[in-house]
Structure formats: structure tokens, C-alpha cells
């Protein structure tokens, strides 16, 4: 099934209920090349080892300017040039290296995403936006530039492991917070097992995250206003993720509770939401408490890409599916913390 969806910066094809054999008729094999890492290599490499293959380690650490050195050599070694399309096959990682490669190779080639996890599928490959870390700050540099094509192929999601499952529901737990509340009532009556034995449940799961994430990006494709709703949970997410190393969906989960307490006090929701979401998150394998180090905490969001002076611009819930970006001072952030820290002792 083809969807085109029109970007300001670019035109995505979506090749949704897929298979990835359909790649060879979509980008033929001699000028194109794939990126992957090492574990999708070694599960899938025979689907693909007709084209020329560039393999990474798998993992968040290769997010780096070594990564993005290296693998630019490789590309000029194959004579890659701007007629190929680097097609990035794995999960979020794979397509924030992919993504923000070819946007500065050559100033500029075309790539494409197999998103093959499920939080590549209904994150990270959409919208455009990718990037690499720097010291301890997550995608600090990046682009906002559109893949040609993403294809979808659920069936990779037979061999991810239950903790990627995981991190890919504290996403779509994140879409049903902030846009769709029918989202929340199928996950509460599912869950990891229905969603992995049924693949045309997952398949329609995933096709309105496609489309909730699409319809909030194609508004605002620089992130000036509305696209920033999708940081939920993410403001704090990252500082946990940072200083604790959790997985990212983990972190996004706590970073969720937090933002939630702050919404009790800065937009009167009720605690019952934050007692459903709790009870969501745990349904789906992910933390709702952590022991943490508020200081620490303060300080990494004070180097965040979303300061302003002495706040910071933090998404809250007036209920469930109305977000509302807020700024936050770093006062009053601490004090949502200090909830959330408290939280641990119950
Ligand atoms: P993300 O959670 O952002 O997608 P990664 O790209 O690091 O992050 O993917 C998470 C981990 O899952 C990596 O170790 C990756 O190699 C592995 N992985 C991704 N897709 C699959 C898959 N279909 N089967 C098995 N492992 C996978
Ligand atoms: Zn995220």
C-alpha cells in the first residue's frame, strides 16, 4: 500500500504493510547502498546482500562523529555519489546516523529507512529529523530532511527483543497521551503478546501513529510551535536516559510522569490520569519510578536544546489528548522531580 505525503522540505513515499523484498523494484541494486547494524545483519542480511553493504555496531554509542567519519570514507571509497540512495535498514539509531549522513554527504544525497524495530517504525524513521549526540547532549547535531521512501515490513518485528517492544510502546503510549485516546483504550485491552501474534493488529497500530506523528510534522516541519508536542516525556526523558543510561522508551516513560505531575499543578489534571498511565506503562514492561539524583537531573536540563534563559518550553496534558506547551521554570521543574523522586518511597 502507497501513501505519498507531502513535506515542505520533501515528498515520502509510504510503503506501509510492505515486504522487503519489494525494495529491489523500489531502488534497484547497482547504485544504491544499505547501512545497517550488525545484529539486523547477522538476522537479515541474506534479504539483502545483493546490494553493497555497510555495517555498524549496533547501539545509541555509535551515534558520534566518529561513526559518521567513517562510514563518509566508506561512501567516498564506493564512489557513492548523488544519484544513490543510502538506505538505512534497523532501528532509530540506524536511521538518525543514516538520516543525518546523506543530508551532509556531498551536501546532500537521497536516503530511505526499513525501519526494522518497532520504535524506528512509529518514530523515529517519520518526520525528518535526524542526528547524532555530542558528549552527553542527545542529537545535538542534526537536520531536518526527509527520507524518499520508508517501507514497512512488520515481519522483522519477530525476532526484536521483548525490551525493544517495550521502548516502542512508550511511543505509541506517548501518541495516545497527546492526540488519540482511542490509542490508550487498545492498548489496555491488548498487550506485547496479542500485539506480537497478531500482525494485522500491530500493522493498524502502527498505521495511526504513522499518521498521528505525519499530521502534527507536516504543520510545523521546523518544530516552531505544534510539532513540539512531541516531545512529551522527552524534556526529562533525555536527562534520565543521559545520566542513568536507560533505554531510550524507558526514559520517555519516566520522562512522561514527570510531565504529568507537572501538569497537575500547572493545568489542574486530575492525578486519575497519571494513575491510568501508570498502570499503562506497566502493562507494557516499562519503569514508573526511579532513584535519581535531582541535581544532576537540573543541571543536564540546563544544557538542553530547548532552554530559554531560565525555563525550559515543556509539554503538559490539560487531559488526556490535549497537550499544551508550556515554559517551566527550573524552580518549578525541581518541584515536579521532587514529586516524582518521592514517588519511589511509596
Ligand atoms: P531504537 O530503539 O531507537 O530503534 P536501535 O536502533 O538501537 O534503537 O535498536 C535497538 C536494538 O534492537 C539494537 O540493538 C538493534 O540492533 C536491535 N534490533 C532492531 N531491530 C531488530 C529486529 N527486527 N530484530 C532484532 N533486533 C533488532
Ligand atoms: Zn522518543
Known amino acids: 500500500?502507497?501513501?505519498?505525503?507531502?513535506?515542505?522540505?520533501?515528498?515520502?513515499?509510504?510503503?506501509?504493510?510492505?515486504?522487503?523484498?519489494?525494495?529491489?523494484?523500489?531502488?534497484?541494486?547497482?547504485?544504491?547502498?544499505?547501512?545497517?547494524?550488525?545484529?539486523?545483519?547477522?538476522?537479515?542480511?541474506?534479504?539483502?546482500?545483493?546490494?553493497?553493504?555497510?555495517?555498524?555496531?549496533?547501539?545509541?554509542?555509535?551515534?558520534?562523529?566518529?561513526?559518521?567519519?567513517?562510514?563518509?570514507?566508506?561512501?567516498?571509497?564506493?564512489?557513492?555519489?548523488?544519484?544513490?540512495?543510502?538506505?538505512?535498514?534497523?532501528?532509530?539509531?540506524?536511521?538518525?546516523?543514516?538520516?543525518?549522513?546523506?543530508?551532509?554527504?556531498?551536501?546532500?544525497?537521497?536516503?530511505?529507512?526499513?525501519?526494522?524495530?518497532?520504535?524506528?517504525?512509529?518514530?523515529?524513521?517519520?518526520?525528518?529529523?535526524?542526528?547524532?549526540n555530542v558528549d552527553v547532549h542527545k542529537n545535538m547535531i542534526g537536520t531536518i530532511r526527509q527520507p524518499k521512501f520508508i517501507l514497512y515490513d512488520t515481519s522483522f518485528l519477530k525476532t526484536l527483543p521483548d525490551e525493544e517492544w517495550s521502548n516502542g510502546f512508550a511511543e505509541i503510549i506517548k501518541y495516545g497521551c497527546i492526540g488519540e485516546p482511542k490509542i490508550l483504550a487498545d492498548l489496555e485491552t491488548n498487550n506485547i503478546n496479542t500485539f506480537r501474534s497478531k500482525p494485522e493488529k500491530m500493522n493498524e497500530l502502527i498505521a495511526i501513529c504513522i499518521q498521528q506523528k505525519n499530521n502534527i510534522v507536516v504543520s510545523d516541519e521546523q518544530e516552531s510551535g505544534v510539532r513540539k508536542v512531541l516531545n512529551f516525556g522527552h524534556t526529562t526523558g533525555h536527562a534520565f536516559e543521559t545520566l542513568y543510561k536507560l533505554p531510550h522508551g524507558q526514559a520517555v516513560s519516566l520522562g512522561m510522569l514527570v510531565a504529568l505531575i507537572a501538569s497537575e499543578k500547572h493545568t489542574n489534571l486530575s492525578t486519575t490520569v497519571r494513575m491510568q498511565i501508570i498502570q499503562t506503562l506497566q502493562h507494557y514492561g516499562l519503569p514508573v519510578k526511579l532513584r535519581?539524583?535531582?541535581?544532576?537531573?537540573?543541571?543536564?536540563?540546563?544544557?538542553?536544546?530547548?532552554?530559554?534563559?531560565?525555563?525550559?518550553d515543556f509539554v503538559l496534558l490539560e487531559a488526556l489528548g490535549k497537550p499544551i506547551v508550556k515554559s517551566l521554570t527550573f524552580t518549578e521543574i525541581r518541584e515536579a522531580l521532587q514529586i516524582f523522586a518521592d514517588a519511589i518511597k511509596h
Open 1 to 132: 500500500m502507497l501513501h505519498t505525503i507531502s513535506f515542505p522540505t520533501g515528498k515520502v513515499d509510504y510503503y506501509l504493510n510492505s515486504s522487503c523484498s519489494q525494495l529491489f523494484q523500489i531502488a534497484p541494486t547497482a547504485h544504491n547502498i544499505i547501512i545497517t547494524d550488525k545484529n539486523i545483519n547477522q538476522f537479515y542480511g541474506d534479504l539483502f546482500s545483493i546490494y553493497r553493504v555497510i555495517i555498524i555496531k549496533p547501539g545509541e554509542d555509535s551515534k558520534n562523529w566518529e561513526t559518521i567519519n567513517s562510514l563518509a570514507s566508506k561512501l567516498a571509497a564506493l564512489e557513492v555519489h548523488k544519484t544513490t540512495t543510502i538506505i538505512g535498514i534497523g532501528g532509530g539509531v540506524i536511521s538518525d546516523i543514516v538520516g543525518f549522513l546523506a543530508s551532509v554527504y556531498m551536501r546532500g544525497v537521497s536516503f530511505a529507512f526499513v525501519p526494522t524495530s518497532l520504535l524506528g517504525m512509529v518514530d523515529a524513521a517519520i518526520g525528518g529529523k535526524n542526528g547524532i
Open 292 to 312: 535519581f539524583d535531582i541535581d544532576k537531573v537540573v543541571q543536564t536540563l540546563r544544557l538542553d536544546k530547548k532552554r530559554n534563559n531560565d525555563a525550559i
